[in-house]
Every structure is written in structure tokens, then in C-alpha cells.
């Protein structure tokens, strides 16, 4: 703290208070802190995660690009307004009927020229040059044009609703992956904490031998290296506990940025993961392919391919389409549009139009055995995951069959770890083991409770792949 500082802080001791009072309050405003189960955590990804409001962004978009296929058979309206002006009218060149005209007339009279002789008509009048319109023109219109009969517009209304579970059911697809990482990722945790409680009384273990090697060495039952093989086992696990606990907080960070939280909020589990909580539910031999969110989509896929067949089927159908339009028009050698009193020429047509496709050079049939093929590709591929979900029924349930008896393994191995550990320490501290026996116990006591925490993960991911595979993952 500087010199003006702590000035500060002597002159105005209230107001640097309130300041840091008004700090506190807006840091405890910020941060909040979530206590979770997995199932609120899968909720809130689901609320949160930038993944899954993208999917409904995609879900969004589909429905204006159904609001798009319906506006094909809704009445089109158009209005136009031009305004020309001509330094130079147009010249037109045209046969000189009106000395045809004069000279027929004459002739019809019996006129005759002033040597007496009866006027004839020439053989060729010529051609008259004369500038035609005005310099100014101005219109203004309104145009109708709805669609009687579009095969093809017609089966784009009726695929609507099939585009819009597509796209819902993507969004369904990338929830259920995100939910498939929350659960690995909490379950990770959860045995984070469990080896974090296991370090801390492995930890109190060793330091309660060290005080009793300390106390035997001073008595003169034990050696100066008995001492320090006991401290050196005590530092290893001190240091091996503090990096589990930043892995544990690496993960935790990880966890808020799958689910969508910021990283300055705290997260508390709310379960544990027993070896209960990975048993409870029982494998069922029975389950259905459509309950896969996989299978569905490639259903409406293939429903959208034979949409696509039926489309350019219809396109051999003639088209018809009504129009109309009304429209107003001015002449003018002056830009006096806006005056009173000037005249504007309305006209207005209303037509059917009918249009008969006769040749297009094959292009719809390759269009409509190009839209088969597609609706054959979707079929394989929806055989193809047939066997795929069957594969990962049978192996993620070999999987988990097998994880949870390795468990139940690693929970009596490590017991008995526990045991062989005890009972050494105790013929040590009675004068009756060395310090060998004691570290290798307690090596092989770590590595007991390191296997049954990662039998005990490895089934509770086991458990997760085949609700996965059954399609009954929250």
C-alpha cells in the first residue's frame, strides 16, 4: 500500500470501508455456488451449455425455413413504381400511309394535276421518320400471383413437420452426448474426493508412525534411516495428495465448462458414488432400436429422402398459377405529375398461366433414381446400426458384468491391504518387523485402494456406456 494510500485510508476511514464493503457484496452477488446431482447437472447443461442452445438455434432456423416452404403457396404481392425520362424521344420509322391515304382519296375524286392528267398513286410512298411518346412517363402497379397447383410445392408443405423433428431430434442428440460427458466427468469427481479422504488417512497413518519411529529411535530400538525412509514415504504422500487435488480442480473446471457455468461459480456434488449407487439398476436383456435417438433420426432421414422421390415425381405434373395486375400510367412532356388535373391511364389484366413440362433432357428421371438411391443408402445405414446397437448392448454389458465383479475383487484386496498393513505396524512397533516390511505394506496398500477406485469408476462408466447403448440415458 502506498504512502497516499494509507492517507487515505487515516482521512477517510468510512468511505474506504463502504468501498470495500460495496466489493465484497458485488464478489458475493457474482459467485454463486451450485450443489448438484447428476441429474441437475445434466438439467442445467442442458439449459446452459452453448452446444445445446446452438441445436436450438438449428431448431429455430427449421422453422423459419418452414414459414419459407409455406410462403411458396401463399399469394404473392408485388408493387412497382417507375419513372422514365427521355432527353431524346425515340425515333420510329414507318410506311408513309398517309400519302397512300391522300393520294387515294385523289384518285377516288378524279383529281387531276394542272396539265390535266388524272393523278395516280406512285409505286412506293417511302417510309415517314417521326418521334413517338412523350419525355416524361411515369407508372405505378400492383401485381397477384398465386399458385393453383405445384406438385412439387405441395409435398414441401407436407415434409414440414418431418424437417422440424430432424432438427429436434439432433438437438436430442447432442443432450444426450453432453449428458453421457456429465456423468463420466461427475463420477470422476466423486472418486477424486473418495482418494482425497483415502490420502488423508493414509497421510494420518504415517504421521502417527513417524512419531512412534521418532520415539523408538530415541529410545535406541531403531535407526536414524528407519526415521527417514518414514518421513520420506510421509512427503510422498503429501505431495501425491496435492496433486490430486489440483487434478480434482482441473476437473471441476472442466465440468463448468461442459455444462455451460461460469468458472467463477462453485459446484458441490450432491451424491456419492457407492458401490450401490453403480448397482442398482439391472441389466434387462430386452430393448428396442427406436429407442436410440440414432435410429430415430436416420428414420426421419429416410422419410425425407422419400419426400425427395415423391417431389420429383410431381414434377411431371403441369403447373398452374393464377396473376393479375393493375397498373396506371402518365404521359407527360413536363415533370407535372403531382399537378391537379393531369391524367393518369389505368389498365389491368388477370390471366392463368398453366405450364406442361414436355422434355427436359432426362433431368427428372436422374433427379428421381438419384432421390431412390438416397432412400436405399438410409435403409442400409439403419440395418448397419441395427448391428451396431446390438454390438454395444451385448459388449457394454460384458463390460459392466465384469467391472462390477472386479470391484467386489479390489474391495477384498484392499481390506485385506488394510489388514496385512495394520499388523505389520504393530510387529514393527512391538520391535518385531523392520521398515521394509512397513513401507512395502503400505505400497501395496496404495496400490490396492488405486485399483478399487479404478474398478469402482471403471463399472460406474461401464454402467453409463450401456444405458447409453440402450438409449435410456437422462
Do not use: C
Not at 447432442?174 to 456423468?183: C, K, L, R, S
Request: net charge neutral; glycine share 6%.
Amino acid at each position: 500500500m502506498t504512502k497516499q494510500m494509507k492517507r487515505v485510508w487515516m482521512r477517510f476511514p468510512f468511505i474506504t470501508g463502504l468501498i470495500f464493503s460495496m466489493i465484497t457484496v458485488y464478489s458475493q452477488d457474482e459467485k454463486k455456488v451450485h450443489s448438484f446431482t447428476i441429474k441437475d447437472a445434466v438439467n442445467y447443461a442442458k439449459q446452459n451449455s452453448n452446444q445445446v442452445k446452438k441445436a436450438l438455434e438449428d431448431i429455430r432456423i427449421q422453422e423459419q425455413v418452414n414459414r419459407e416452404v409455406t410462403s411458396n403457396a401463399l399469394p404473392q404481392i408485388t408493387g412497382s413504381a417507375a419513372l422514365n425520362y427521355f432527353p431524346r424521344v425515340p425515333v420510329q420509322s414507318f410506311p408513309n400511309f398517309i400519302a397512300a391515304a391522300t393520294y387515294g382519296v385523289l384518285e377516288e375524286e378524279g383529281v387531276k394535276d394542272g396539265d390535266g392528267n388524272a393523278i395516280v398513286s406512285p409505286g412506293d410512298f417511302g417510309f415517314v421518320q417521326a418521334q413517338f411518346g412523350t419525355k416524361w412517363n411515369a407508372s405505378v402497379g400492383i401485381a397477384l400471383n398465386q399458385v393453383l397447383f405445384d406438385g412439387q410445392v405441395f409435398v414441401g408443405l407436407q415434409a414440414r413437420d418431418a424437417a422440424m423433428s430432424l432438427a429436434r431430434k439432433t438437438s436430442e442428440i447432442t443432450e444426450e452426448t453432453i449428458a453421457i460427458n456429465v456423468h463420466k466427468i461427475y463420477y470422476q469427481l466423486l472418486i477424486g474426493h473418495q482418494q482425497i479422504e483415502l490420502y488423508h488417512a493414509n497421510i494420518q497413518r504415517f504421521e502417527k508412525l513417524l512419531h512412534d519411529t521418532r520415539e523408538i529411535y530415541k529410545n535406541g530400538f531403531a535407526e536414524k534411516l528407519d526415521v527417514d525412509k518414514v518421513s520420506v514415504s510421509l512427503t510422498n504422500l503429501k505431495t501425491d495428495s496435492l496433486k490430486l487435488n489440483t487434478q480434482l480442480a482441473n476437473g471441476y473446471l472442466g465440468l463448468k465448462m461442459l455444462i455451460g457455468m461460469p468458472l467463477r461459480d462453485s459446484i458441490i456434488l450432491a451424491e456419492e458414488l457407492t458401490e450401490e449407487l453403480v448397482k442398482n439398476q439391472i441389466l434387462d436383456t430386452a430393448y428396442d432400436y427406436k429407442d436410440r435417438r440414432e435410429y430415430q433420426l436416420l428414420e426421419i432421414g429416410k422419410e425425407l429422402n422419400e419426400f425427395n422421390v415423391r417431389r420429383y415425381k410431381l414434377s411431371y405434373i403441369p403447373t398452374v398459377a393464377l396473376y393479375s395486375q393493375l397498373n396506371t400510367q402518365a404521359l407527360r412532356n413536363e415533370f407535372n405529375f403531382f399537378k391537379s388535373g393531369g391524367m393518369w391511364f389505368a389498365n389491368s389484366l388477370v390471366g392463368l398461366q398453366i405450364n406442361v413440362p414436355i422434355f427436359d433432357g432426362f433431368r427428372r428421371s436422374a433427379q428421381i433414381a438419384q432421390a431412390k438411391s438416397e432412400v436405399k443408402k438410409t435403409q442400409y445405414d439403419i440395418e448397419l446400426l441395427k448391428l451396431n446397437i446390438d454390438y454395444d448392448v451385448a459388449s457394454s454389458r460384458n463390460r459392466f458384468r465384469d467391472a462390477v465383479l472386479a470391484v467386489d475383487a479390489q474391495k477384498d484386496n484392499m481390506q485385506l491391504a488394510e489388514q496385512v498393513f495394520d499388523q505389520t505396524k504393530k510387529k514393527y512397533e512391538q520391535g518385531l518387523g523392520s521398515n521394509t516390511e512397513i513401507n512395502n505394506s503400505q505400497t501395496e496398500l496404495r496400490l490396492a485402494q488405486t485399483n478399487y477406485f479404478a474398478a469402482l469408476y471403471d463399472a460406474a462408466i461401464a454402467k453409463v456406456d450401456y444405458l447409453k447403448a440402450v438409449g435410456k440415458i437422462y
